[in-house]
């Protein structure tokens, strides 16, 4: 059987291949609203058809149903095993039962809802976009480039070759390079990396609801056993906070961590501590622990 160790390896694994496959989707998906945007009816380049615009946003939806949704449910589909994984790990440690098959339902609708709600926001201002540009005669590569941003922000795909060189280097340059093509994509090219972008909120919503799944079986399975005392447990790495530097692999009773955790720390999430952990992409877990 899995330990806690190894079931957290399994977690961080899981989560690197969630995420991968949405921003792969969130790849197409750019590329398939820019190219239907390409058609829109123009003079000289700019948009003036406001009944094609108004149309558009039925197309839009079609394609983030097809594109992002489906991937969504698809990363959806792989919680129970979770589930089953995580019910192996704890298992070392004692004798608990399973989840219920309806609250596994229940949990991976409610996470679904939460992928759905960016979904339509997107659609909302996709769309919205559209229509307004139309009625205002946009060029229309310039609409197509603002929409490309509001997917995937400093990372849309992109024909200038120097915005493609350094968005290479802010993924994968030392901190000193990173900083350094962040500063010019902002300044030069307007590519807002921390902004409102699709790709922003779909990506922390993709790890913290996996996390926050594998979460709510633990502390379910933990409090049905009569659990008082857990583990906050998963590997220290070089950019975890200070606050879970400081507790991981401590052991504390359920009255200390409700105290513990009432204080204020960067990137503290609301909710229920055993739930939100250490906060926004956290890959720290609670597990029971017996004497």
């Given at each position: 059987?899995?330990?806690?160790?190894?079931h957290?390896?399994?977690?961080?694994?899981?989560?690197?291949?969630?995420?991968?496959?949405?921003?792969?989707?969130?790849?197409v998906?750019?590329?398939?609203?820019?190219?239907?945007?390409?058609?829109?009816?123009d003079?000289?380049?700019?948009?003036?058809?406001?009944?094609?615009?108004?149309?558009?946003?039925?197309?839009?939806?079609?394609?983030?149903?097809?594109?992002?949704?489906v991937?969504?449910?698809?990363?959806?589909?792989?919680?129970?095993e979770?589930?089953?994984?995580?019910?192996?790990?704890?298992?070392?440690?004692?004798?608990f039962?399973?989840?219920?098959?309806?609250?596994?339902?229940?949990?991976?609708?409610?996470?679904?809802?939460?992928?759905?709600?960016?979904?339509?926001?997107?659609?909302?201002?996709?769309?919205?976009?559209?229509?307004?540009?139309?009625?205002?005669?946009?060029?229309?590569?310039?609409?197509?480039?603002?929409?490309?941003?509001?997917?995937?922000g400093?990372?849309?795909?992109?024909?200038?070759?120097?915005?493609?060189?350094?968005?290479?280097?802010?993924?994968?340059?030392?901190?000193?390079?990173?900083?350094?093509?962040?500063?010019?994509?902002?300044?030069?090219?307007?590519?807002?990396?921390t902004?409102?972008?699709?790709?922003?909120y779909?990506?922390?919503?993709?790890?913290d609801s996996?996390?926050?799944?594998?979460?709510?079986?633990?502390?379910?399975?933990?409090?049905?056993?009569g659990?008082?005392?857990?583990?906050?447990?998963?590997?220290?790495?070089?950019?975890?906070?200070?606050?879970?530097?400081?507790?991981?692999?401590?052991?504390?009773?359920t009255?200390?961590?409700?105290?513990?955790?009432?204080?204020?720390?960067?990137?503290?999430?609301?909710?229920?501590?055993?739930?939100?952990r250490?906060?926004?992409?956290?890959?720290?877990?609670f597990?029971?622990?017996?004497?």
């Amino acid at each position: 059987m899995a330990t806690d160790n190894q079931h957290d390896d399994y977690l961080d694994r899981l989560a690197d291949s969630h995420l991968e496959r949405l921003l792969a989707a969130l790849s197409v998906l750019e590329n398939r609203i820019a190219d239907y945007l390409a058609t829109a009816p123009d003079q000289a380049g700019k948009l003036f058809d406001v009944e094609w615009a108004i149309s558009a946003r039925a197309e839009i939806q079609q394609i983030i149903e097809q594109e992002y949704s489906v991937t969504v449910q698809s990363l959806l589909d792989e919680y129970p095993e979770v589930e089953r994984r995580a019910l192996e790990m704890l298992n070392n440690y004692g004798d608990f039962a399973r989840t219920s098959p309806t609250v596994i339902r229940q949990l991976q609708r409610l996470t679904f809802q939460g992928f759905e709600d960016i979904g339509q926001t997107y659609l909302d201002t996709i769309a919205n976009e559209v229509y307004q540009n139309a009625l205002t005669g946009r060029p229309k590569a310039d609409m197509i480039k603002s929409i490309r941003q509001k997917i995937n922000g400093v990372y849309m795909q992109s024909d200038q070759a120097e915005i493609n060189r350094l968005v290479d280097i802010a993924k994968n340059g030392t901190a000193a390079q990173s900083k350094a093509a962040i500063d010019q994509l902002h300044t030069i090219y307007a590519a807002d990396k921390t902004g409102n972008n699709m790709r922003r909120y779909a990506s922390q919503i993709t790890q913290d609801s996996l996390m926050q799944f594998d979460a709510s079986i633990n502390v379910n399975a933990g409090i049905q056993a009569g659990a008082d005392k857990w583990k906050y447990y998963g590997d220290v790495i070089r950019d975890s906070r200070s606050f879970c530097r400081e507790h991981a692999g401590n052991t504390y009773t359920t009255e200390e961590i409700a105290e513990i955790w009432s204080g204020d720390w960067a990137g503290k999430a609301s909710g229920d501590p055993f739930i939100v952990r250490g906060g926004y992409n956290c890959r720290h877990h609670f597990r029971p622990v017996f004497d």
